[in-house]
């Protein structure tokens, strides 16, 4: 099969419902206050800033397709960063957000206080395999995402993509890419907070994806760059 001549992943703008969780994580809270379904949660206004600064990085050669979430904070990123530019735009629910099930709008301490059996549970399946009841596993992620990729690569050979989704498949993407182990997907996670509005590439070889850029936020101004330590985001070529 021919490969992709770029392939470019763009987490979405900062949202409501990540400055709600930042809040709870920070104040010791156990649960998330968010009103919407996560299908629904918005774009803050930061966000839409975020989104159009990521339009800018694209004008100058943009993709042959942009394939989006189905998620509103991920379209909303993507109609910002492509009006105008005539890129076609699919969109797909297999790049929805990971399903946590029983876990959701719980905050990380909300879950050992709340549902310590789960916690315990996850403890010792590690992250990769752990499916909390009524959601996914980063396993169960990965299935939809492979099926994703290898249709893109079959529809658009010599192609440039560029998918707008979430924080995981960011990490998730690099998995497939560059065939990491589940030691190093975990510990690229441990590492490593994915920032909103964020592109990591990928450039087609004769061997396959070969990394461009990681976690890159050089199009954004630090401003723009809220909930994220420096040393968290890898802004090099990798």
Not at 154 to 160: K, N, S, V, Y
Not at 182 to 202: D, K
Request: aromatic content about 4%; glycine content about 8%; overall charge negative.
């Amino acid at each position: 099969m021919e490969e992709l001549h770029w392939l470019a992943v763009v987490r979405h703008g900062l949202s409501t419902g990540n400055v709600t969780a930042q809040e709870a994580e920070e104040s010791g809270a156990e649960s998330i206050d968010i009103p919407e379904r996560d299908a629904d949660v918005p774009l803050a206004p930061l966000g839409s800033e975020q989104a159009e600064a990521v339009g800018r990085l694209l004008r100058d050669d943009p993709p042959d397709l942009a394939v989006v979430s189905p998620y509103l904070r991920t379209r909303q990123t993507a109609e910002l960063a492509l009006a105008g530019s005539g890129v076609p735009m699919v969109v797909d629910e297999r790049l929805r957000d990971r399903e946590l099930g029983v876990l959701d709008l719980l905050t990380a301490r909300g879950v050992r206080a709340r549902l310590p059996d789960e916690a315990r549970r996850r403890d010792r399946l590690g992250k990769f395999y752990y499916r909390p009841p009524g959601g996914e596993s980063w396993a169960d992620v990965l299935l939809r995402l492979r099926a994703v990729l290898r249709e893109i690569r079959q529809d658009h050979p010599r192609g440039r993509v560029v998918l707008f989704a979430h924080e995981a498949t960011v990490l998730m993407v690099r998995y497939l890419a560059e065939g990491l182990s589940e030691g190093e997907l975990m510990e690229l996670a441990h590492r490593t907070t994915v920032a909103n509005c964020s592109i990591s590439s990928w450039r087609g070889t004769a061997a396959g994806l070969e990394p461009e850029l990681f976690n890159s936020v050089a199009h954004l101004k630090q401003e723009d760059v809220p909930h994220t330590r420096q040393e968290d985001v890898n802004a090099e070529p990798v």
